[in-house]
């Protein structure tokens, strides 16, 4: 026992020289190092002799370089290398690299390596064309399994290799911070046995085993984060708000021209109970677009008004923001409007307070809200300063949570003796693993079914690459649509006129290999040429950059028909209800996300009239951007884009990307691979945290929870912020 655990830094098992050269990986301590996990392995019972290699198919080998040398290419500016790779066997083959330059110093006479590579022909010979290469070590060339590591430039895969099987050597096995029960009911082998065979196993069951247990760590660490966090939201006293039977909910619900639907009726009944208790809401509503989330999150605040408390209503944009002032008016009408001459009886009043509001209004707004006179405040991130205050917060419903972080949230939890409930609204679905890992905090409900009067939506890919002459034919669908009495929407990824790109684009990423693309449409770009195209119409312009009273004036001005068409950005791409907008055209589809392009289709086909989608892009046939349109063409479920959407995302974009700079500790976890596990372990985490809610009987797994989020508080990234 050499005494090295897992907090010891690396200059003490591999000495100074060494543990410098693994800083550019950000490796520090013995736990970093065994935490970098390779990220593929060769399988030396599977690799090819190349005596036996055919010319069209991929294939791996490990050789030595026999000769190597720099050559001017023909056809183009640049070198290439030419080298001669010879395996143990004695067979030879040519492997060609371009941007030969940067490989001359790793591809040299004597140096072992892995090739990977398809196979081709060349002057009669069989050679690999600029094939993966990773240098190893020639003694790995004698293990059955060659581990391959992340590296970079300055630090190689053989590099880490050689400074892992050195601390091997020399650390102590970890304390396991799983407890044995869960170990033996999962059949999970110990951390220490998992953490050396992650880098050197035996056999390939070594690597799915060790790779299993290490995703128990990370799915268990984020699990307790929530739980935690669950434990600390609900332990405050909240006001309790049961309904009454009578009053505003009442006299609304029977006001009500339509029915509520089942799963409206399902939810409800859901928030009800949870209003009532003692302690703090804290649910999740996910429903697809025009589920009808509104009205539940006003039913539930209308219960909490009867009780003498507040709600407040946050929304991630002042136009949204705006528009759900107005929504809420117009649904309580004469319920909504107290000290006006036609309020009904114990009727509330809605104030809207945003951070634009010039000091009169904001003064007025302040006052209402402080006073109680405000049933309901609506408003963006001005609500959670320190200068707006409540007579009783009693609710707070966020719309649309992916804007808002966790501070921001607490901000408001935290006002006063007693927590507010906490009702979230998400109007994109989510996967039942992102749910869990994302959302885990919160209970969640699901709203079913559409609203009647919802009427269907034609989803169309416009590719204008094979058809670039059905441009022309857009602007007339635009006008068919208007000439029947409705109005369109033109979006466009970017608002334009800006140096580094717009923040209201969420680009997925780049096809593999593709060229150089132009930037995305942007509405200042392009609005002029559809007021030309369009001449006759009444065009209005819409973007997260105008001035606030003017966005507000130009969507009053749509929502009262006084505008045919509207060219925005994915400004309107949430909340925003005109029924009698029919039309839809996405520009650079292609560059908007899965879920995005599902939010803004659903602009549309909230009245009697059918709606259309026009999709439109440059980009081929059979690439993955033309199937993620084709994906969203072909279903208007949104749970089944959500998982798709899931399936086509970089895992990085849904768990550890957000960690503000800090090194995230999931490594492997993954929501596509893992959900069975992650569902396991948000019991055992539950159960734990139940009944341990500070975890000091386990301070092995508290410290668990540090490793995989950083702190237990910084659960704040999974808000999706």
Known sequence: MDGFDLDSRLDGPLGKKAADALAP?????????????????????????????????????????????LREMRARRGKMLKAVIRDE?????????????????????????????????????????HPQFEEIDENDSLRPFLSVYPANAKVTSQAVARSVRQLLDQVDDPTDPLPESLREREKLPGLGRALRRIHVPEAEADIHAARHRLVWDEALGVQLALALRRADATARPAPACPRTGT????????????????GQQAVGEEIAADLAAGHPMNRLVQGDVGAGKTIVALRAMLQVVDAGAQAAMLAPTEVLAAQHAR?????????????????ADDATSITLLTGSMGAKARRRALLDAQSGAAGIVVGTHALIQDTVGFAELGLVVVDEQHRFGVEQRDALRSRGERAPHMLVMTATPIPRTVAMSVYGDLAVSELKGLPRGRSPITTTVVPLAEHPGWIERIWQRIREEVERGHQCYVVCPRVGDTEAGDAELQEPPPEEGGSERRAP??????????????????????????????????????????????????VIEVGVDVPNATG???????????????????????????????????????????????????????????????ELRREGDVLGASQSGSRSGLKLLSLLRHGEVIAKAQVYARDLVGHDPQLSGHPRLRDLVGETLGDTERAAYLDKA
């Open 89 to 129: 066997k004695g067979g030879e083959l040519d492997c060609t690299f371009f941007n030969g330059w940067k490989l001359q110093g790793f591809v040299k006479p004597g140096v072992v390596g892995v090739f990977s590579g398809k196979v081709g022909v060349f002057n009669q010979r069989l050679q690999l064309t």
């Open 247 to 262: 009053g505003l909910l009442a006299a609304f619900d029977a006001d009500l021209p339509f029915p509520l639907t089942d």
């Open 327 to 343: 929504s809420l008016r117009a649904m309580l009408g004469a319920l909504g409007r107290a000290g006006e001459l036609d309020a």
């Open 584 to 646: 839809i055209v996405l520009l650079d589809a292609d560059r908007f996300g899965l879920s995005q392009l599902h939010q803004l289709r659903g602009r549309v086909g909230r009245g009697s009239a059918a709606g259309l989608c026009l999709l439109v892009t440059e980009m081929p046939a059979a690439t993955t951007a033309r199937e993620r349109l084709d994906a969203v063409a072909g279903t208007t479920d949104g749970f089944e884009l959500a998982r798709l959407d899931l």
């Open 25 to 69: 990986l950000g490796l520090e301590t013995a736990g970093d190092l065994l935490r970098h996990y390779p990220r593929r392995y060769v399988d030396r019972g599977r690799l090819t002799d190349i005596a036996g290699l055919v010319a069209g198919e991929h294939a791996t080998v490990v050789a030595q370089v026999a000769r190597a040398e």
């Open 521 to 570: 449409l942007a509405v200042l770009d392009i609005a002029p040429m559809i007021t030309e195209k369009l001449a006759g119409l009444r065009v209005g312009i819409l973007h997260g950059k105008l001035p606030p009273e003017e966005k507000d004036a130009t969507m009053r001005a749509f929502e009262r028909a006084e505008l045919d068409v509207l060219v925005a950005t994915t």
